[in-house]
């Protein structure tokens, strides 16, 4: 069964950097379309940034492009999100989840969170003075 856990989070100034990870185990992590959604309190759960099986394709939520950079190393089953210039609008509870089915279009997948089968149980960031 696949397993998912996200480290990285904690609490940063506004301007700060965090690098999140999520490290994956129980399958081979290129089989994987892997995606970061977030969930800020009193809001729903939106998508972040998602990367395709071998990392040459990318996409992200606006608001956080130029920011935020996804990547993967398959060989450390560990895909990263590399979060700079952070604002306080960026606080929220960060998950990574995981697809193996072709169903999952990396150009619509921020949208879709639905489309992911296995998540991690999160990793909360919190931006702030």
């Known amino acids: 069964q696949l397993q998912l856990v996200e480290s990285g989070g904690g609490l940063v100034q506004p301007g700060g950097s965090l690098r999140l990870s999520c490290a994956v185990s129980?399958?081979?992590?290129?089989?994987?379309?892997i995606g970061w959604f977030r969930q800020a309190p009193g809001k729903g759960r939106e998508g972040v940034s998602c990367?395709?099986?071998?990392?040459?394709?990318?996409n992200y939520l606006g608001s956080v492009r130029g920011r935020f950079t996804i990547s993967r190393d398959n060989a450390k089953n560990t895909v990263y999100l590399q979060m700079n210039s952070l604002r306080p609008e960026d606080t929220a509870d960060y998950y990574c989840?995981?697809?193996?089915?072709?169903?999952?279009?990396?150009?619509?997948?921020?949208?879709?969170?639905?489309?992911?089968?296995?998540w991690g149980q999160g990793t909360q960031v919190t931006v702030s003075t």
């Open positions: 990367i395709s099986r071998s990392g040459g394709n990318t």
């Open positions: 989840a995981a697809e193996i089915s072709s169903k999952v279009l990396v150009s619509l997948c921020v949208y879709r969170p639905s489309d992911f089968g296995s």
């Open positions: 129980g399958s081979t992590l290129n089989n994987y379309v």
